[in-house]
């Protein structure tokens, strides 16, 4: 592998088109409940990578590229991302997330329910502002079907089911189906010629799988420093990602998450599964997994043309194998 | 007052249609969790009044009445109503609602959120059914105005403002708005003639005024068997609604509710501000602020031909002021 990419680098054209989004986020924190503003500068402020909006800005580029469309499609992805994690971090009880307290542990249930609440609404809001009836039912489904990945990533807390395949269909309703809406998002509201649309889709799908098993190896690989939040944290929150999988189909009939799972000494079983998962050549075996996922995008990638855009979405591939957070 | 009607009579010739709402509500529960087959059942079953989606299907009545365009746009308003009060139940930790223990009570936060989101989800998706953006950006409107409205009802909680200025904005954000939602979405996806929808979403909006004041005397006046909760909940979940407003008016210097707020003797002061509310007048007097709101809601049907749907406009304004539950 090459030496990790920057996000801007890797965003080419559209990098300086970001701020534009961030903007737009902005402007839900002109609102008169102080707590509210503070709230989300905590979890829409910097730290978040931008990718789904600049997955949406780069679609874009196969069209009619015109901001005042994008702008909007891109900041609904991004709210719709972002207000799914604080509902998450409820359900979870997470502490914390991106290496600050999440809004849950914040600020309580309460505002963090309705944090999410006013975010879906605006996320909404400006979906039907793109005034694309074929977006806004896009952005309908993915909302349904992240509800229901919502419900079987809860439901796969603590049921032990070394099933990858059930694995891969909780990351594509929770991650890939959201990059798949944004980059076919920014395609339709620029009207990109439609044999690009289903390709770009079909990208911005499978490099959301690629995304979610590097972050769910990072999550190993990481130091606590560079995640912001302890190393393990999906396995020691009784979610099993896929170096937990493969590490339980290497040892089937006797192992620490096994142990912890059935409640034997919980936490000091899952910390030798993280030491263990960590020095195993697990995580190298589910990168190649990523690696699998990031070769299906750019044989989506075929039917556009030559150069950029095409040639950016290829260097945002790369940096979401190589990214280090 | 006449007599209060009962819901079927009051719901006229949309009556008999409602069961195909009921039947798309339904649809939700075909999903693999049983656990949450349980929970839409309890939140989404019998007990509910159909009121907005009566309202829906009536004002289609309109114009071209159409059931194919008119039940998800009803089954949309009713979803987005039935999540808020699960969101609200988990902000509030409230106990019951509706002579049942709440959803957050009954399964704890985590899957409380996952429901409502789901429900939110679905609500996206069948409003997006009607094919109509004019009322999808009508809906994104409505949930930006009710999240702000959670917001502020929270906000309100437990601070002493007596100030019916903002009680009446409160309400408005959390009833009148969806039903002004319901009324106008009806009208529009039915194609009814343009001068009539105005009208009709602004009897929309003062119908919900009226039935959302009615409910907060309600909460001082029926019995808690009728209520399906404690008689003065509201009061004492620190929510000041038209009634205990009046009654600060009324004592404005010193007052079991003032003191209660300020943390004395919290409970037993706000069961005796409840019991003199219920035997003051201003029960009734919060009623006549009620009945202003409805004689508005009549005054917009002005614009409308004679005949029905408006007669059962009138019908539903009846119905929902002489209402005990």
Known sequence: MTAPASQFEAYGPVADDLPRVDELLDSLRDVEFPWLREMLGAVLGGGGKRLRPALTLLAGRLGRYDLDLLVPMAASVELLHTATLVHDDVID????????????????NGPSVMLGDYMFAHAAHFVAQTGNLRVVRNFAETLRVMARGELSQ????YEYSPDV?????????KTASLFATAA?????????????V???RRFG????????????????SATAEELGKPVGSDLLAGTLT???????????????IRRAFSGVRRRANLQRAINEI????????SLETAQRFAEQAAVALEPLPGGEPRETFESLTEYVLTRRN
């Open 165 to 173: 395949r059930r694995y891969l269909d909780r990351i594509h309703g």
């Open 184 to 196: 076919e998002g920014g395609a339709i509201v620029c009207g990109a010629p439609e044999p690009l």
């Open 154 to 157: 809860d439901l796969a807390a």
């Open 198 to 200: 289903e390709p770009v």
């Open 93 to 108: 009880q997470a502490e914390e997330r991106r290496g600050r307290p999440t809004a849950a542990a914040q600020f309580n």
């Open 205 to 220: 799908e499978q490099l959301g799988m690629a995304f979610q098993v590097v972050d769910d190896v990072l999550d190993f």
């Open 278 to 285: 960590r020095e195993s050549g697990l995580l190298e075996e």
């Open 242 to 256: 896929l170096p937990a999988l493969l590490y339980l189909d290497r040892y089937p009939d006797d192992n620490p």
